[in-house]
């Protein structure tokens, strides 16, 4: 699956996400062992934000 937005949890593996995100055209990179995303339309709460 082609993916231009990573979700990083601590200790686990980057996942995609990317159909709900289609109206941000930045990319999202991710750092290990952080949380990075923050839309609340994904029901995820504490989130920081890092777009690059």
Avoid: Q
Avoid at 5 to 30: A, G, M, N, Q
Avoid at 33 to 41: A, G, M, Q, S, Y
């Amino acid at each position: 699956m082609l993916c231009n937005y990573r979700l990083c949890i601590s200790h686990k593996e980057p996942s995609c996400v990317d159909t709900k995100f289609k109206d941000l055209d930045k990319r999202i990179d991710t750092v290990s062992n952080e949380i990075f995303l923050v839309r609340k339309d994904m029901g995820i709460d504490k989130m920081e934000s890092k777009i690059t």
